[in-house]
């Protein structure tokens, strides 16, 4: 049988013994962004869009939602309000991503690039994502930090601390 998954190293090998339980970074990612609307406003957020009313119409959410979600993602940490003026208008606030935010992204362009290829109709995304200098296409992968690629399989799994920065 081939191995598909990583290795748990030494005390985390036997997985009936230890809980991750709330520590799980996961699961608290999951709390701030877990939410289709909260994905949805991430993602409008990398392509530009700022404005309260831009997001609502562009996520087709309703104005109490995109104020929930927008709320949540600033008390976050992941956009912050700015404020801005428009000439013989009230002070007003348009949001955008920190470097939290965006930190984001190659988790956004992991969903985007799973979602075309696996749930767009013939693998074909509606839009190409490409890299400003060269053109080609931009996509998520897992690496190491020195670069290489990496297969899940070859990922080991140790109790925290005992990793080499």
């Known amino acids: 049988m081939t191995q598909n998954s990583a290795t748990f190293e030494d005390r985390l090998a036997d997985r009936s013994t230890w809980r991750i339980g709330d520590n799980c970074p996961i699961a608290k990612a999951l709390d701030v962004v877990g939410t289709r609307s909260a994905m949805l406003i991430l993602r409008e957020a990398f392509y530009g869009t700022t404005r309260f009313d831009d997001f609502a119409q562009r996520v087709e959410i309703t104005e109490a939602v995109a104020s929930a979600r927008l709320r949540e993602l600033t008390a976050a940490g992941i956009l912050m309000r700015v404020p801005y003026q428009e000439p013989g208008?009230?002070?007003?606030?348009?949001?955008q991503l920190t470097p939290m935010g965006h930190d984001l992204a190659p988790a956004v362009i992991g969903l985007y690039d799973w979602g075309a290829r696996y749930l767009s109709p013939g693998g074909r995304a509606p839009l190409v994502?490409?890299?400003?200098?060269?053109?080609?296409?931009?996509?998520?992968?897992?690496?190491?930090?020195?670069?290489?690629?990496?297969?899940?399989?070859?990922?080991?799994?140790?109790?925290?601390?005992?990793?080499?920065n």
């Open 129 to 164: 994502l490409t890299h400003q200098e060269c053109g080609a296409p931009v996509q998520s992968e897992l690496t190491c930090r020195d670069g290489h690629p990496v297969a899940m399989p070859e990922v080991v799994i140790r109790a925290g601390g005992n990793h080499k």
């Open 89 to 95: 208008q009230r002070t007003r606030h348009e949001y």
